[in-house]
């Protein structure tokens, strides 16, 4: 995902008003990869998705409301058929248009028809070296599709991203994927904790343990500092800190520091059936506010109390470790996605950085278990149980 530029940076003026200023939509649950890291379950189209006429009134309901980007994704976006007429419609209404993709089989041609259409970025999804990305993706030679992607944008002139999944297995290969990221002249790398959802829950071997950040942030770190020397901005996803000693690279003095989950309060995630939500990653069942058809998106984004829960929240709703925290107030728990996903409600995230050091002062740490598997539907979720126990001693033959 891009850097926040200008067109999408928060006034003051977005802040008190909740202008949705940022929209992330699905324009299909069709995709030809079969990632099992993948949370929306995606593979075939939806029942119900919205014709080309409901898609392009839906851009205009989204700029009359104030919005500034919209980021489209599947699925695979580009495998709806009318994906660069929707690309074409955002950026004839004035509004910035980005996509992010798998990359497989999206040609050199059709990236140019989509720059030619308006779009301005792609960001790409690069989960590890060519074995372990083949593996998650579950198309080999996905990963050379992403790469060859990478490098058509460039020729072609258009801005390029990745994005990466933080699994299991994945950090021993970050600083030589960097190395790759960077040849293929992507400017931005944006990586994200992969989330127990959907796929995720019936592979969760691949989720991070929550003390596995403790060797996650420093490396990250390091690779921000190295990438910023080489012309690449790594930039945490918004389920990646808090507050830790690290913090202040990416989202502080200049960005400003982590303000709580900004899902309902300046962003929209919309299904490509027309259900809108706060933010794209959100449990349908618990955080679908309605179906564009039947109501306005403006009428929902002022009354649904789906897309409420954020803009007056304070502390009421933390607990567990969250609700003692120092920076309760400004946190609110983190990533409403992460928590409600793995423990079926928001307000305790045990992926925080300054709690795993908290707890490491303390000789303990954390870590997840799946008790529940998750239904066979896109963004759907399982239950883990969140265990605290005394670090292992270390093991004297190491």
């Known amino acids: 995902m891009l850097d926040d530029g200008p067109s999408r940076r928060l006034s003051l003026r977005d802040q008190i008003d909740c202008v949705p200023v940022y929209v992330v939509w699905e324009i299909t649950l069709a995709c030809n990869l079969k990632c099992v890291h993948c949370g929306s379950r995606a593979g075939h189209r939806r029942a119900r998705e919205l014709s080309t006429s409901e898609a392009i009134d839906v851009v205009r309901q989204l700029a009359e409301l104030g919005t500034r980007e919209i980021s489209i994704i599947g699925g695979e976006a580009f495998v709806r058929k009318d994906w660069l007429a ?15 993709t798998g990359g497989y089989k999206l040609s050199r041609d059709m990236i140019e028809a989509a720059a030619g259409a308006g779009l301005l970025g792609l960001g790409v999804s690069v989960d590890g070296l060519q074995p372990l990305h083949d593996r998650l993706r579950g198309v080999p030679g996905s990963y050379l599709e992403a790469l060859r ?13 990745v994005n990466t999944q933080i ?9 030589e994927l960097m190395d790759i990221i960077i040849d293929t002249g992507a400017r931005y790398w944006q990586v994200q904790l992969t989330v127990a959802m959907g796929n995720a829950v019936d592979n969760d071997q691949i989720l991070l343990q929550p003390y596995e950040l403790t060797t996650l942030m420093p490396l990250l770190a390091d690779l921000h500092l190295k990438g910023r020397e080489r012309n690449l901005l790594l930039l945490p996803g918004n389920n990646i800190g808090y507050f830790g000693p690290y913090d202040v690279l990416w989202r502080g003095p200049d960005r400003g520091y982590y303000g709580g989950c900004p899902a309902g309060q300046n962003a929209i995630g919309l299904e490509a059936d027309g259900t809108l939500k706060g933010c794209p990653s959100l449990a349908t069942d618990r955080y679908g506010a309605g179906d564009v058809r039947d109501t306005p998106i403006a009428e929902l984004w002022a009354t649904h109390p789906a ?77 883990f149980s969140l265990v605290e126990e005394p670090i292992p001693a270390a093991d004297p033959r190491a």
């Open 86 to 100: 929707i690309v074409r419609a955002i950026h004839d209404h004035g509004m910035d248009c980005t996509m992010q």
């Open 149 to 161: 992607v990478l490098n058509d944008c460039r020729g072609v002139g258009l801005i390029a991203s």
């Open 307 to 383: 897309l409420q829960f954020n803009r007056n929240r304070g502390v009421e709703d933390l607990w567990g470790f969250c609700s003692s925290c120092y920076y309760a107030e400004a946190c609110r728990g983190g990533c409403t996605w992460t928590a409600d996903s793995l423990l079926g409600r928001r307000g305790n995230n045990p992926y925080c950085h300054h709690r795993v050091l908290t707890l490491a002062e303390r000789g303990r740490r954390e870590r997840i278990v799946k008790i529940e598997d998750a239904p066979s539907l896109p963004f759907a979720t399982g239950r």
């Open 167 to 175: 699994t299991s297995t994945v950090m021993p290969e970050l600083p």
